[in-house]
């Protein structure tokens, strides 16, 4: 449902959105094209979210991948689970249930900070 409901929260163009039933998947599905952005949640199943970021910052610096912009969504609402995905390699971290605006937003940020001055 979470798949369903982030796909749906994009407008498509700009976005073109590829979703996956879980961290493995999603790990697979990147190797045949990099994202700009990935939206994970925390508790997924099979690989987890922060097991999954770890994976594609591993592929970032082994492979020579341009940095994916990642925007971790959780349910839990604390500083704990806020820190852990940061400290993983998350941009920004996103409370359940996410609003389009909120996300469309963190986008838009993300988007800009990638572009720099100028």
Avoid: Y
Avoid at 4 to 29: I, K, M, Y
Avoid at 108 to 116: M, T, V, Y
């Amino acid at each position: 449902m979470n798949r369903f409901v982030r796909s749906h929260l994009l407008p498509s163009p700009p976005f073109t959105v590829t979703t996956a039933n879980d961290g493995q998947a999603a790990v697979e599905a990147m190797s045949q094209h990099w994202p700009d952005f990935l939206l994970l949640d925390m508790e997924m199943p099979g690989t987890k979210g922060l097991d999954t970021l770890r994976r594609v910052r591993e592929q970032e610096a082994t492979q020579g991948r341009p940095r994916c912009r990642v925007v971790m969504i959780s349910g839990h609402d604390d500083a704990g689970s806020t820190a852990r995905a940061l400290e993983a390699g998350a941009e920004r971290f996103l409370v359940k249930p996410v609003s389009r605006d909120r996300l469309l937003s963190a986008l838009a940020e993300l988007e800009a900070d990638h572009a720099g001055p100028g």
